[in-house]
């Protein structure tokens, strides 16, 4: 395993899901173990329903509301709030109000995670496409 070490919002990685994310530790930086990204939702903005087979998440919602979908159960995450999103139950998330939304996003583990934001963002998709939902078979992502 790498050294720990303290890593600042240097990386930036836009996307196309639900707004902006940028790096906070790459999972190469963490031998694949841990993807944690901070994710900027504008109003409006919103990650589909979906599961992973592979990746447990963990949302730290920092600033604004959120509203998550997660199985049957709809939660709302405000400042402060930290809310598990374990693999395999269907889950989505959108902004709530007129305010941006902040929130650290914890994905574990990342490896595959990253891998599929990587290519997401390189084929600058629609989440909701055809090629977009190929592209998450792949990694065992379904979108709902």
């Given at each position: ?39 900027v ?70 490896k ?33």
């Amino acid at each position: 395993m790498k050294s720990p070490k303290h890593t600042s919002l240097h990386h930036k990685n836009p996307t196309i899901i639900g707004g902006k994310r940028q790096i906070i530790l790459s999972s190469q930086e963490t031998d694949g173990d841990i993807y944690l990204v901070e994710g900027v939702m504008p109003a409006g903005s919103m990650v589909p329903v979906h599961l992973h087979q592979h990746e447990d998440e963990i949302f730290h919602v920092l600033e604004g509301e959120v509203e998550l979908l997660l199985g049957e159960q709809t939660l709302t995450g405000k400042a402060g709030d930290i809310i598990y999103l374990p693999r395999g139950i269907k889950h989505g998330i959108k902004t709530r109000g007129k305010e941006t939304a902040r929130v650290l996003n914890y994905v574990i583990p990342g490896k595959n995670f990253e891998a599929f934001f990587s290519e997401m963002n390189r084929l600058e998709v629609d989440a909701q496409s055809d090629e977009a939902k190929e592209v998450a078979r792949k990694y065992g992502i379904t979108f709902l």
